[in-house]
Antibody, heavy 119, light 110 residues
Framework: QVQLQESGPGLVKPSQTLSLTCTVSGGSISSGSYYWSWIRQPAGKGLEWIGRIYTSGSTNYNPSLKSRITISVDTSKNQFSLKLSSVTAADTAVYYC???????????WGQGTLVTVSS | QTVVTQEPSFSVSPGGTVTLTCGLSSGSVSTNHYPSWYQQTPGQAPRTLIYSTNTRSSGVPDRFSGSILGNKAALTITGAQADDESDYYCVLYMGSGFGVFGGGTKLTVL
């Protein structure tokens, strides 16, 4: 049973870079034709797809965030990561990682981690 | 920019049937958008209900079903129960490797 767990700082200062890691357990991040994705949810609001990565390193990003996002993968550690630069209060959200099948099924999901942008 | 539309809120009586929809601000939803549906309760991660338009995820009761109705994707709950009271999100694949979530529907069972 594949499980995902997000980790990283819960507080980031404005203009700095948010960095999160998603650790995959119960299976290899390289097995199967899966993408690995980041999604976020501001408090009281809906889900927003941030981007995804394949284990080859190929990425796709949300066009509205593309200039600030970098998603990378470390297959040796069974992890993938998110970096979001130049953050503002609007980037405060719960950040989820998820596995994405070729048919765009998001499953499983991590439990989510709250990141607050504040000085 | 394409917007995925969902009803902001809906209510259903216990035992009743409700259909939530997922549309596009421009154009029609088709199976090529691989619509999928997720249920979320407060403080929890989303739970996968339906993927590829109408395939139920493992462990999901058969009272949840997905379809294309007209120009939208649809999630139908038949025989609603109290613990179906949740937020429901759809996501559509827009091509070129990216997807868009709908704004979500808050379902009340009363």
């Amino acid at each position: 049973q594949v499980q995902l767990q997000e980790s990283g700082p819960g507080l980031v200062k404005p203009s700095q870079t948010l960095s999160l890691t998603c650790t995959v357990s119960g299976g290899s991040i390289s097995s199967g034709s899966y993408y690995w994705s980041w999604i976020r949810q501001p408090a009281g609001k809906g889900l927003e797809w941030i981007g995804r990565i394949y284990t080859s390193g190929s990425t796709n990003y949300n066009p509205s965030l593309k200039s600030r996002i970098t998603i990378s993968v470390d297959t040796s550690k069974n992890q993938f990561s998110l970096k979001l630069s130049s953050v503002t209060a609007a980037d405060t959200a719960v950040y989820y990682c998820a596995r994405v099948a070729p048919n765009w099924k998001f499953d499983p999901w991590g439990q989510g981690t709250l990141v607050t942008v504040s000085s | 920019q394409t917007v995925v539309t969902q009803e902001p809120s809906f209510s259903v009586s216990p035992g009743g049937t409700v259909t939530l929809t997922c549309g596009l601000s421009s154009g029609s939803v088709s199976t090529n958008h691989y619509p999928s549906w997720y249920q979320q309760t407060p403080g929890q991660a989303p739970r996968t209900l339906i993927y590829s338009t109408n395939t139920r995820s493992s462990g999901v009761p058969d009272r949840f079903s997905g379809s294309i109705l007209g120009n939208k994707a649809a999630l139908t709950i038949t025989g609603a129960q109290a613990d179906d009271e949740s937020d429901y999100y759809c996501v559509l694949y827009m091509g070129s490797g990216f997807g868009v979530f709908g704004g979500g529907t808050k379902l009340t069972v009363l």
